[in-house]
């Protein structure tokens, strides 16, 4: 079984394939689903977990559909300075031997371990669930300013 996910991965990581069939995008994971699971942005953090089925992520409320007006950036919130390959891969744990050493006592210690991505106890990082609450935010007063501009530009019409 665990060869049969393995080989179904592996054909999802692709931009040649489109949105498919809506019952396949239904329940399976295809090739859109999992860009997202990529993506860097914050509206496509923490989603599209499931390897082969999707229709687990709908059920939890981590699904996100691919938007064509946001294109997904790939990568990672903040990019690693280096290029050292050893570096890479060990970055996140050195980051957080990093956070356990400075933490304040055990509880805190344990939040780094446990805790989401992102997590500090003295909030100079932000989790997913903050960045998309602040996404929320500026979607809220970009249409808010829209719509202010709509009625000044309507009562200026009707003067």
Not at 31 to 53: C, F, I, Q
Not at 75 to 85: C, D, F, K, Q, R
Not at 113 to 140: A, I, M
């Amino acid at each position: 079984m665990y060869a049969a996910c393995q080989v179904y991965g592996f054909w999802v990581h692709t931009e040649l394939v489109g949105k498919l069939h809506p019952a396949i995008e239904f329940f399976l994971v295809t090739p859109s689903h999992h860009r997202v699971h990529h993506g860097s942005n914050a509206r496509y953090l923490d989603t599209n977990m499931g390897m082969v089925l999707i229709i687990w992520d709908r059920m939890f409320g981590t699904f996100q559909q691919e938007l064509p007006e946001e294109p997904v950036k790939y990568g990672l919130t903040t990019n690693i300075a280096s290029e050292n390959p050893l570096r890479i891969v060990f970055d996140e744990w050195m980051n957080i031997f990093k956070d356990l050493k400075q933490a304040p006592g055990i509880s805190t210690r344990l939040q780094y371990v446990f805790g989401p991505p992102g997590w500090s106890h003295d909030g100079s990082r932000k989790t997913s669930k903050q960045l998309k609450s602040e996404l929320e935010l500026q979607n809220t007063d970009t249409l808010l300013a829209n719509i202010v501009h709509i009625e000044e530009a309507e009562s200026m019409s009707i003067n």
